[in-house]
């Protein structure tokens, strides 16, 4: 892991990019919230939770950032003061089960083309990690979605969050929206019949 805490920004802030729930959960001190593109990764229900949405008798699904592709979410500016403490904070609530890993990535913020490109750190899977699903089939996410429940809260509450926070910034994410709505749609027939 990399273990630099400084980004190229001028006053030697450190750059977080936010994906799912940190997005709407920065539970740190931060300067700046500001949208921005990582490349090289996307946005994917790839996990398997056996805490937090699910369980293991009964695993939900959480997102994490898997290669390939690209991603909008938010960039969090920490000042440089702050910058080991808020990493440490961050590192505790997101590598304490071995899903992810911490990266110093390029991203562009703003969304225009002319944004500024800077390191950001970004939690990515761990593709070794047993939670780590590899390609589901459609109707096995849709069954884990679903399912899931944990210590906080419904896999499909995570999932309504998490497109209803994109939606708001102005990023949607096609794919997981399409997923919910396949989902509404499947517990809507149900009801009715």
């Given at each position: 892991?990399n273990t630099?805490?400084?980004?190229?920004?001028?006053?030697?802030?450190?750059?977080?990019?936010?994906?799912?729930s940190?997005m709407w959960r920065p539970?740190f001190a931060?300067l700046d919230?500001?949208p921005?593109?990582l490349?090289?990764?996307?946005?994917?229900?790839?996990?398997?939770?056996?805490?937090?949405?699910?369980t293991?008798?009964v695993?939900?699904l959480?997102?994490?950032?898997?290669?390939?592709?690209?991603c909008w979410?938010?960039?969090?500016?920490?000042?440089?003061?702050?910058?080991?403490p808020v990493l440490?904070?961050?590192d505790?609530?997101?590598?304490?089960?071995?899903?992810?890993?911490?990266r110093l990535?390029?991203i562009?913020?703003g969304?225009?083309?002319?944004?500024?490109r800077?390191?950001?750190?970004?939690?990515?899977?761990?593709r070794?990690s047993?939670q780590?699903t590899?390609?589901?089939?459609?109707?096995r996410?849709i069954?884990l979605?679903?399912?899931g429940q944990g210590?906080?809260?419904?896999?499909?509450?995570y999932?309504?969050?998490?497109v209803?926070?994109?939606?708001a910034?102005?990023l949607?994410?096609?794919?997981?929206?399409?997923?919910?709505?396949?989902?509404?749609?499947?517990v809507?027939?149900?009801?009715l019949?």
């Amino acid at each position: 892991m990399n273990t630099s805490t400084t980004s190229s920004a001028d006053d030697g802030a450190c750059w977080l990019f936010a994906y799912g729930s940190l997005m709407w959960r920065p539970d740190f001190a931060y300067l700046d919230a500001l949208p921005a593109r990582l490349s090289g990764y996307h946005r994917r229900l790839c996990l398997y939770s056996y805490v937090y949405r699910g369980t293991r008798e009964v695993p939900g699904l959480v997102l994490g950032l898997d290669r390939g592709g690209s991603c909008w979410g938010l960039a969090f500016r920490v000042a440089a003061k702050d910058a080991g403490p808020v990493l440490e904070h961050v590192d505790r609530r997101e590598l304490q089960y071995d899903v992810y890993h911490r990266r110093l990535l390029p991203i562009r913020l703003g969304m225009g083309e002319g944004g500024r490109r800077l390191f950001a750190h970004a939690y990515v899977v761990n593709r070794a990690s047993p939670q780590y699903t590899g390609r589901l089939a459609p109707e096995r996410m849709i069954e884990l979605v679903r399912q899931g429940q944990g210590e906080r809260g419904r896999c499909l509450e995570y999932l309504r969050n998490t497109v209803a926070h994109l939606d708001a910034l102005g990023l949607p994410d096609p794919n997981l929206a399409a997923l919910l709505e396949t989902i509404e749609a499947n517990v809507v027939q149900e009801h009715l019949e």
